[in-house]
């Protein structure tokens, strides 16, 4: 397990990082999370060693993570880099050379990846001759080659076309599940919701929500319920403590405790035929936009994100 | 890992360095134009020199000389020169005032055996050919002819510049590519800093010793063509001085080039920050090459380690040194180089991941910069 512990960070005068704890778990993809200039490119730095931290500490299974510990690890950065001039083959190779693969295996590692990542038939081409989606893909194959024992990828799927994303996403939980804790950032909230198992969100250089993405939506439901059916709806006003948000066509959306939605249920039923009755979960946009907007605004943008 | 010594990843780097260049057909092609260009400068120097030193005696033609009938035979039997009878003196003088001859041979007035007239300037070579030249005796005679004693300088200083200024602007140029397409950041999670800018260095001086040895070689090939082997002999020990001069001198201005470029962010603006350490380079050369009739000037430059490179080997060559100075210039320059590299290095880890606006170098040295 990957554990951030009060970790802060400033730029001059603005923190881009204000004691940062979370955790990422083994055998899970974790979710990252925030708006732009929320901190979430300095905290992976941080994980990363490419950036050091003014305060805070960063372990693994509980254990200081030191410099040789770091080598083991994959990072995709945000923004993207690979020599354009180089080979992509011999480029993966290279790194994972880098991160103490010996010459052979990393040459077969780099063949393998590819294949994986449908890029084998554009092994022995130059980086810079592929289509920037292609280019991505060798990206993700960089911060693959050396089999991490951790991965932090920051927007691993943007610019990927919808198959691509599902490549990358088996290849990434093929590594999740073989031990590694995986943690990455996106904006895609759609496709953090369906592809994480934990979520942190970041705003304002402060985590504001961090855990298991369903409890998270528990945490974030208010009790809100939608009824189909029951009748023309108009008595659900007249219910004590429940409160109609939205009604139309026989459909209405209200606000009430359980016992309370329990209640107008048996008087539904009572009413008409129902055809569907459901507490409603907001999704992790809604999430995100709610604790968002719960910070207070920052007096300066961060000038790293 | 404990299999992953730094000097193990930073050879790593270096080989990445090495390889690429060596795949790089600009490299390759000027590498080898200018090897052409030294045999050649060297093959045809040779030879015009040998055609310029035959000319003299004989040369393309021959002179033409009035000779009246007293002095016609004296002029008998020197070859490169024909004489033109002439009735008397007066037609003798009219024959070089109007160029139909170069100089008249006249009978000499008392004392002397003959006498040379001529229009506008003593004509050397019938003068030297009717003197009669005293035996000269040097006590110490000048170890190295005077275009030697030029071209030597000019070669140790053309070497090392062109050697520093290619290789430096190489390192630079990969040394801000890698901070444009970003990949810094992916090196930077499996490398230190530091490792990262001592491989790009390593590597950049491997390709400059080799460059370097390369034009030796090409030099010493020529010299023995052309048959000129007494200048191997001359230019040996301050070859030898040269090389351990030259690699670290290099490593010296390799850092600096490395820590300069790493303060932009883009190719483009790769020019102004190495400019200064081009400019370390160049004001050294032309100090060299044109201050080595100066004993003083000389003695400075060869310890300021700077200049040591091209200065030191060229007094050893001169004979100027004594046997213990380079060695004290070498201790100074590894001093200064191990000096500059560490900053270097300070100023290279802390700006390297910046992108953006150029890093102030004030910035980086602070004692609050950030990392």
């Known amino acids: 397990m990957l554990e951030l512990t009060g970790v802060s960070r400033s730029f001059g005068d603005v923190r881009a990082l204000d004691s940062v704890s979370f955790a990422v778990e083994r055998g899970r993809l974790t979710g990252f999370v925030g708006g732009n200039g929320a901190g979430k490119t300095t905290a992976m730095r941080i994980v990363l060693g490419v950036l050091s931290a003014d305060a805070g500490s960063v372990s693994i299974d509980g254990r200081p993570v030191d410099a040789a510990t770091r080598r083991t690890f994959g990072y995709m950065p945000e923004e993207r880099g690979l020599y354009p001039r180089m080979r992509v083959a011999e480029q993966l190779a290279y790194l994972a050379r880098l991160h103490g693969v010996d010459r052979a295996t990393a040459d077969r590692r780099a063949r393998e990846l590819l294949t994986r990542l449908d890029l084998v038939g554009r092994a022995d081409d130059r980086l810079d001759t592929l289509s920037l989606g292609n280019q991505q893909r060798a990206q993700i194959a960089a911060a693959l080659v050396h089999e991490p024992s951790l991965l932090v990828l920051d927007e691993p799927f943007s610019g990927l076309d919808p198959i691509a994303v599902d490549t990358v996403m088996s290849v990434l939980s093929e590594r999740a599940h073989a031990g590694a804790p995986v943690l990455f950032s996106s904006h895609q909230l759609d496709v953090v919701e369906r592809l994480c198992d934990d979520v942190v969100i970041i705003a304002g250089g402060r985590i504001v929500a961090a855990g298991d993405r369903e409890q998270l939506r528990a945490q974030h439901t208010e009790p809100r319920y939608r009824l189909r059916g029951g009748g023309d709806q108009r008595w659900l006003a007249e219910v004590p403590g429940l409160e109609v948000l939205e009604r139309s066509e026989g459909e209405a959306l209200f606000q009430a405790d359980e016992a309370t939605a329990q209640r107008a249920l048996e008087a539904a039923l009572a009413h008409g035929p129902v055809t569907e009755f459901a507490p409603v979960r907001p999704s992790l946009a809604e999430i995100f936009r709610e604790v968002i907007r719960d910070e207070a605004p920052r007096g300066r943008t961060a000038v790293a994100a | 890992m404990s299999t992953q010594n730094p000097g193990r990843l930073a050879l790593l780097v270096a080989e990445r360095e090495i390889t690429t260049q060596l795949r790089s057909r600009a490299f390759i092609v000027s590498t080898a134009i200018m090897l052409v260009g030294i045999l050649a400068g060297i093959v045809i120097g040779s030879a015009v020199s040998r055609h310029s030193e035959s000319s003299p005696a004989g040369g393309s033609g021959t002179e033409r000389v009035a000779v009246v009938p007293a002095t016609a035979g004296d002029l008998q039997g020197l070859p490169g020169f024909v004489a033109v009878p002439v009735a008397d003196e007066a037609a003798a003088r009219a024959a070089v005032q109007d160029g139909t001859v170069k100089a008249a041979l006249l009978p000499g007035a008392a004392g002397a055996t003959v006498r040379i007239v001529a229009l506008d300037s003593a004509p050397a070579t019938l003068v030297a050919v009717l003197t009669r030249a005293p035996a000269v005796e040097l006590i110490s005679p000048a170890a190295v002819s005077d275009t030697l004693r030029y071209l030597v300088p000019f070669g140790f200083g053309i070497v090392f510049l062109i050697v520093v200024m290619v290789f430096g602007q190489t390192i630079a140029q990969n040394t801000v590519i890698e901070k444009q397409t970003r990949v810094v950041e992916v090196l930077l999670s499996a490398v230190p800093a530091r490792v990262l800018m001592a491989g790009k260095?390593?590597?950049?001086?491997?390709?400059?010793?080799?460059?370097?040895?390369?034009?030796?070689?090409?030099?010493?090939?020529?010299?023995?063509?052309?048959?000129?082997?007494?200048?191997?002999?001359?230019?040996?020990?301050?070859?030898?001085?040269?090389?351990?001069?030259?690699?670290?001198?290099?490593?010296?201005?390799?850092?600096?080039?490395?820590?300069?470029?790493?303060?932009?962010?883009?190719?483009?603006?790769?020019?102004?920050?190495?400019?200064?350490?081009?400019?370390?380079?160049?004001?050294?050369?032309?100090?060299?090459?044109?201050?080595?009739?100066?004993?003083?000037?000389?003695?400075?430059?060869?310890?300021?380690?700077?200049?040591?490179?091209?200065?030191?080997?060229?007094?050893?060559?001169?004979?100027?040194?004594?046997?213990?100075?380079?060695?004290?210039?070498?201790?100074?320059?590894?001093?200064?180089?191990a000096g500059v590299v560490m900053l270097a290095a300070m100023v290279y880890e802390r700006s390297v991941l910046r992108t953006g606006a150029r890093v102030r170098l004030g910035d980086v040295l602070g004692r609050r910069a950030a990392a």
């Not at chain 2, 010493?220 to 082997?229: F, R």
């Not at chain 2, 190495?274 to 060869?302: C, D, E, H, N």
């Not at chain 2, 300021?304 to 004979?319: D, E, I, K």
Request: no cysteine; net charge neutral; charged share 5%.
């Open chain 2, 201 to 337: 260095v390593a590597g950049g001086s491997v390709l400059a010793l080799g460059q370097a040895a390369a034009m030796a070689l090409v030099t010493l090939l020529a010299l023995k063509i052309t048959g000129q082997n007494h200048v191997i002999s001359l230019v040996g020990a301050p070859v030898g001085w040269f090389v351990v001069f030259f690699v670290v001198g290099f490593v010296l201005f390799a850092a600096m080039f490395a820590a300069a470029a790493s303060l932009v962010s883009r190719v483009e603006d790769t020019g102004p920050v190495v400019l200064p350490v081009t400019v370390l380079g160049l004001i050294p050369f032309y100090l060299v090459i044109f201050g080595t009739g100066s004993a003083v000037l000389m003695r400075v430059l060869s310890y300021v380690p700077f200049s040591a490179v091209m200065a030191m080997p060229v007094r050893v060559f001169l004979g100027d040194a004594a046997w213990w100075e380079p060695p004290v210039s070498l201790l100074l320059l590894v001093a200064t180089a």
